[in-house]
Structures are given as C-alpha cells and as structure tokens.
C-alpha cells in the first residue's frame, strides 16, 4: 500500500460552503516553507483570492506548528552548494507575492493559530485580518537569530499591531510569545483550547461567508488603503467602495430584509 499522492503535497486546500482552507501540510518539518511548499503556497493563495466561490479564507498548518518559516535545512544546501541566488530571489518569487496576495484580497482572512508560528510564519499570520491562537501556540519573529532582515510584511503589519517601539524590540530580541501574551500585545484576536480551534474557527469562518462579501472586502481594502493615505485619499477610496457596495444585491436585500424585519440572507454579490 502506498500513501495517496493527495496527503504528500506541502499545501491543501478543501472549498466548503464559502469557505477555502489552506492548510500548510508538512509537519514533519514543523510546516518550514521549502521551495516547493513556498511556490504551491503562492499560487493556491492567488487562486483562492481569485475565486468568486470562495467568501472566506483560514490559513491553517498540521502537527504541532502554524509554520516556523524558512526551511534552514534547504537553505543550508543551496548555501553549501551555490545556490545562494534562489536564497535571495525567493523574497521577490515567493514571499512578497504571497503576502501580498494574503493582505490584498477582497475577502476576509482568518489565521488558525495551532503551534508555532516563527519567521515568515509569524509574518503571514500577522497579515491575517483575524489570529485565532490555540494556547499552546506561539509567535517569534526569529530574523535576527539567523542574522537576517524580516521579510514577507513584518516590517509593515507587525507595528500596525504592537506598535513601532514593541515591534523592534520582538525584532530585535527574539523569543517565543506565548498565546497569553499575544493576546495582551494584540498579535491574537482570541485564544482558545486547542482542542477547540477547529470548531471555534470553523464557526467564524462560516459567520464571514455567509455575509456580505463584496462589503467586507470593500472595508478590508479601505482599512489597509488607510493605513497609508492621507484623510482625503482614504475619504476618497470610501465615497468609491460606498458606490460600489450600493450597487449590490446583497446591498438591496439587506435594505428589503430591514424594512420587512426579517434578516437578510447574503450571496456575496
């Protein structure tokens, strides 16, 4: 007998009723981004980001880690024997498409926190819209112990989190913050068992796309739009995706659904 091809690929993904699952299945490498896990990552972000059939997006990992980052074993190899050039072109191949991707889409993201998430792990999690954390996750930002820079959005998303002076110092002096402590910074939205993850995700993954997904998408690209523009831009950008919201089906039905006191069902259109 032979293990199905399906349960050998670095990332699954299950659509279900809305929601995609991305799952990064390596767990006998605590879900590390090779390059193999970092290219089908990439395009199985894009392609659910792409996708009208799918409202909501969970970022998950199996076994005891989220993801813990770049894979040091290959990077190893490809320093030892020449490879350095896909070391560094990965950033621009892999990682910042990716996050972008992640950070950009027109739909709400959901991080399922359930182990570590270290390195380009932790960056992708904080790219999430919500962090759910099991408590006995944990986050590190393990740049500087493998003397580099950070990279796929911690720069950007980290201090719109914690702020500029706890964002350096997670930066700077590494270590692992426990779930708790997460919570108290802002890095998780909610920690629960972890036994529990799955069904308290599964319950807000379901929540988000059974709703208005065109609005939901339009506040999320408002939110991140803000984040770097001034008042007048952001004004600007609402008064377009107010436009573009009342244009909606789901924008009538809701309005319907008010003056009839009953509650609006939502197609995300």
Do not use: W
Not at 56 to 81: R, S
Not at 154 to 178: C, D, I, M, N
């Amino acid at each position: 007998m032979t293990d199905s091809p399906v349960l050998l690929d670095p990332v699954l993904l299950d659509v279900t009723d809305g929601v995609a699952t991305i799952t990064l299945n390596r767990p006998e490498a605590y879900n590390s981004l090779n390059i193999a896990t970092k290219e089908l990552l990439r395009d199985t972000v894009r392609q659910v980001a792409e996708d009208d059939a799918v409202r909501c997006v969970v970022l998950t990992g199996t076994g005891k880690a989220f993801c813990t980052g770049q894979d040091l074993k290959e990077h190893i190899e490809l320093l030892e024997n020449g490879g350095s050039d896909a070391l560094f072109t990965t950033v621009d191949d892999h990682y910042n498409p990716t996050v972008t991707a992640l950070a950009t889409m027109a739909k709400p993201v959901i991080a399922a926190v359930n182990g570590v998430a270290a390195g380009a792990g932790a960056s992708l999690a904080f790219a999430c819209d919500l962090r759910i954390v099991a408590d006995t996750a944990g986050f590190n930002l393990a740049f500087a112990n493998v003397a580099l820079s950070c990279d796929t959005g911690a720069s950007y998303h980290l201090q719109r989190l914690v702020g500029r002076a706890k964002a350096l110092e997670l930066l700077y002096f590494p270590s692992t913050v426990s779930a708790a402590d997460a919570l108290d910074l802002g890095l998780a939205t909610k920690v629960v068992p972890a036994d529990q993850l799955a069904a308290e995700v599964g319950a807000l993954a379901s929540r988000l796309a059974a709703g208005p997904t065109v609005a939901l998408g339009a506040i999320r690209q408002s939110v991140v739009y803000a984040a770097g523009h001034s008042l007048e831009e952001s004004l600007e950008l609402e008064s377009a995706m107010m436009t573009k919201t009342g244009a909606t089906a789901d924008h009538r039905a809701a309005v319907a659904a008010f003056v009839a006191k009953e509650k609006p069902v939502f197609e995300g259109r």
